[in-house]
């Protein structure tokens, strides 16, 4: 039996945020029925198309799940979006502030039509405050909660981070607050409006970069490199290696002495180095002892020699090297799939439940590809019936 089965859930999301918090849902067994407005998802749209024309964003975030297409500007395909909310559990949304109430499909609207209904909301910045209905994506969250001004080098430009981590962390956020909804209504019976908003997800990650600036009295630079954001730990960098790069950190003083013995360099054993103040004090001067021994070796011999020392590291991967890491395909969180139509890729789950199997995921169709089976499998319309949404161009 997987997590979720029998669970159901509507998924109005675009983008990342609110889509992979549904991707997570089906992987744990939900029957989620992704709703497109009719000209699709913006993703499906992207320039890394694959074969079929959909863009590889898009069929990452959205294997697994029944597609349909529906206009809710349309009161005709309202209608249909209403009753569908009568045999849901969840609907999932993260569409521009205001939109649900404009098309009539507030949270109030929704609970009339089905009390168990959890709604999760998606947002920027809430529902409250100065910034309350303001756009938001990745990016402008990055810049707004610090992620910019923390990331990159001192004296240099902010940066935004590689991976859109900002929307990851909504999406995992808004999937806790499903659970506990679900786990809730269990006991009450009913269901609630669950909302997260980006900018709360992400500034707790924040929580060294904060704490160093407060402590220094605000004379910390913001921006630390590859250091510990708050200039807490040292040695605490990347560092270069005879073939590439190492990251390599020393979180206890435990782990400086394993480290000095394996490096048997005579500047490590300064005194002024045995306490993880000391080193910060000197932070220039332990990251270039560091290095010394570094540059002698590979960063995968590196990597092993402080793996059998218990002393954090890791090469720094490459793209190609990451799509071919032998952990990451026996984790199978990046998923090589192969159908009718050939080889393609989508995400599994880091998601591991002992006694739940995860869901094989499917990949995703066409817009629109699921819109027969939903309406007459599962709402049980007439042919008649779709063939007068069809006309009406509310499918």
Known sequence: ?????????????????????????????????????????????????????????????????????????????????????????????????????????????????????????????????PYAGQSAMDMSIQARTAFMSTTG??????????????????????????????????KSGKGQHVEVALQDAAITSLTSNIAGYVNSGGTMPERTGNRNGGLAVTPYNAYQTNDGWVALLCPT?????????????????????????????????????VERWTKTLSKNEIGECLGQSNIPAAPVLTLPELLEDPHVAKRQVLRRMHDEKGPWLTWGSPLVLSDSPLVEPTRPGPLGAHTQEVLTGDLGLSEADVSALRASGAI
């Open 253 to 289: 003083d435990a782990h400086w002495a394993r480290l000095r013995e394996l490096m048997q360099d005579p500047d490590a054993d300064d005194q002024r180095y045995d306490t993880m103040a000391g080193r910060c004090a000197e932070m220039d001067a332990v990251d270039a002892i």
């Open 1 to 129: 039996m997987t997590a979720l089965e029998g669970i159901r859930v509507i998924d109005l999301g675009q983008f990342y945020f609110g889509p992979y918090c549904a991707m997570l849902m089906a992987r744990l067994g939900a029957d989620v029925i992704k709703v497109e407005a009719p000209d699709g998802d913006p993703y499906r749209r992207l320039p890394t198309a694959t074969d079929d024309g959909t863009a590889l964003q898009f069929e990452l975030i959205n294997s697994g799940k029944r597609l349909i297409r529906l206009d809710l500007k349309n009161p005709a395909g309202r209608d249909v979006l209403l009753r569908l909310v009568r045999t849901a559990d969840i609907l999932i949304q993260n569409l521009s502030p205001g939109a649900m109430d404009r098309f009539g499909l507030g949270y109030d609207t929704l609970q009339a039509e089905n009390p168990r209904l959890i709604m999760a909301s998606g947002t920027g910045y809430g529902s409250f405050g």
């Open 153 to 186: 080098f001192d004296g240099g430009p902010p940066v935004r981070t590689g991976p859109s981590v900002v929307d990851f962390l909504g999406g995992t956020h808004l999937l806790a607050g499903v659970m506990a909804a679900l786990y809730q209504r269990e």
